[in-house]
């Protein structure tokens, strides 16, 4: 069972670098916003920590393991279908190649490549955040 605060959904997303490229994730067609590019993470059950969260989905969607840091950003956002409350960590890459388990696609981008992927609107925010801070990108 997912958490939910209020009628938002909790979800963890981690900002994963290596060697200055941040890994981003394709969406499922079949999945809410599919196609859509986005930072790997998922849903937050009611019984972890979004920390917990973060680090599992990543396990079980990618087979990578992380050290998660850091909270960057906190985003609430509203879809017509449903709405999210989606939080960014900075997290440095430990272990394990990615491997399409739950997603579509994946791909190792630098922050000039940002611009050629097309994220959820909830992910403006933090587009604009990685594209102004050049420190985040640093390993």
Not at 50 to 77: F, Y
Not at 108 to 114: D, K, R, S, Y
């Amino acid at each position: 069972m997912s958490a939910k605060e209020g009628d938002y959904i909790l979800v963890s997303a981690g900002m994963i670098f290596r060697d200055r490229k941040l890994l981003i994730t394709q969406r499922r067609s079949k999945d809410h916003l599919g196609g859509l590019w986005e930072f790997p993470g998922g849903k937050q059950n009611a019984d972890e920590t979004a920390e917990q969260c973060l680090a599992r989905e990543l396990i079980e969607e990618l087979a990578v393991c992380v050290e998660v840091g850091g909270l960057v950003e906190t985003i609430w956002h509203r879809y017509p279908e449903r709405a999210v409350c989606l939080k960014f960590f900075k997290c440095r890459w430990l272990s394990g190649e990615p491997q399409k388990l739950g997603v579509q696609d994946f791909a190792w981008i630098t922050a000039g490549e940002l611009k050629n992927f097309e994220f959820p609107a909830a992910d403006a925010k933090l587009l604009t955040h990685l594209q102004n801070d050049s420190g985040l990108w640093l390993t």
